[in-house]
Each structure stands twice: as C-alpha cells, then as structure tokens.
C-alpha cells in the first residue's frame, strides 16, 4: 500500500526553522512529482513547494527565499527546510504525490498519495 508520511513539525517562535520530512512507502518515489501544501483554519489548502523527478524546485512566491525542497530517492524522502518562520506560517503541513498537476503548478491535487499531516504553530 502506496503511503506517504509526513513529520518534522512543531512550536516555534517568530524566526525560528524546521525542517520537514516526507518518508514514501509502498512506492517508488524516484517518478513522482511531490509537493508540499498547508492549511490553516479556516483557509483552503494552499500549495507552498513542489519539487520533480528531476529535482527541479518550485515555491510560492509567500515563501519564497525561506524554503528549501529536496529529495533522497534513494531513501524514498523528501525535505522542507523552512526558515524564518512567521505566524501567518501556523497551519498543517502536507505532503503528496501531485500527478497529473506537475511542477511549476502548486494547485491542490484531487487525487494521489497524501501524508497525514504535520503541525506547525509559530508564536511567540
């Protein structure tokens, strides 16, 4: 069974970083556009990076220069390092496989692996 599961969240203050991990399994990553969405309550599912079998990097213009996405085949993870962390970044972090949308495009896929969700709580 295809899963993704996604960790590395937590408490941190205005400025802070953490680091993110996706970890497949059942599946071979290696094919896989991946992206990274959140959601904070009361909003809609946003797509925020998304990275391509060839490795190529895309991010939200909100959070761009403060996000690093990349990817371990080999070991079937995929990180985000975040860094200077702010409230507005408060949401549940996700993770997913996003065919048929494809990198550039951050849009929510209506389909494919999901990871359950990690939370990230900015504040003081």
């Known amino acids: 069974q295809a899963q993704l599961v996604a960790s590395g969240g937590g408490l941190v203050q205005p400025g802070g970083s953490l680091q993110l991990s996706c970890v497949a399994s059942g599946f071979t990553l290696d094919y896989h556009f991946i992206g990274w969405f959140r959601q904070a309550p009361g909003k809609e599912r946003e797509g925020v990076s998304c990275i391509s079998p060839d490795g190529s990097t895309y991010y939200a213009d909100s959070m761009k220069g403060r996000l690093t996405i990349s990817r371990d085949n080999a070991a079937g993870v995929v990180y985000l390092q975040m860094n200077n962390l702010q409230p507005e970044d408060t949401a549940v972090y996700y993770c997913?496989?996003?065919?048929?949308?494809?990198?550039?495009?951050?849009?929510?896929?209506?389909?494919?692996?999901w990871g359950q969700g990690t939370q990230i709580t900015v504040t003081e």
């Open positions: 997913a496989t996003t065919q048929p949308v494809r990198c550039p495009s951050l849009r929510v896929p209506l389909s494919g692996v």
